[in-house]
Nanobody, 125 residues
């Protein structure tokens, strides 16, 4: 049984930082691309970042490029999302997702197979 679990929810002030983690079990983690999606109220779920199975390739949405960093530790089955210079518009539920295929173009939520329950990030003064 595949399990995907996010952690690191928080309330931060604008320009603050937050680090999210996602632990995966039940699959060969080093064979799966991982991604962080986010969904704000009333909006579609969109990709924030994606990392290939061996961390050789990453993708960042234009809205977060330069402010966030995705990384993974295949020895611990964990993927991270370091977020800096947070903005109010970054407030959303953040989801971790896994799939065998890394997409060179912006992946859609429907492209990913396994999902976590999500963790809330709120940026507010």
């Amino acid at each position: 049984q595949v399990q995907v679990a996010e952690s690191g929810w928080g309330l931060v002030q604008p320009v603050g930082s937050l680090n999210l983690s996602c632990t995966v079990s039940g699959l060969r983690f080093d064979r799966y691309a991982m991604a962080w999606f986010r969904e704000a109220p009333g909006k579609e779920r969109e990709v924030a970042s994606q990392i290939s199975s061996r961390a050789s390739t990453t993708y960042y949405a234009n809205s977060v490029k330069g402010r966030i960093t995705i990384s993974r530790d295949n020895t611990k089955n964990i993927v991270y999302l370091q977020m800096n210079d947070l903005k109010v518009e970054d407030s959303a539920m953040y989801y971790c997702a896994a799939d065998r295929q890394f997409r060179l173009a912006a992946p859609r939520a429907s492209d990913f197979t396994y999902w976590g329950q999500g963790t809330q990030v709120t940026v507010s003064s």
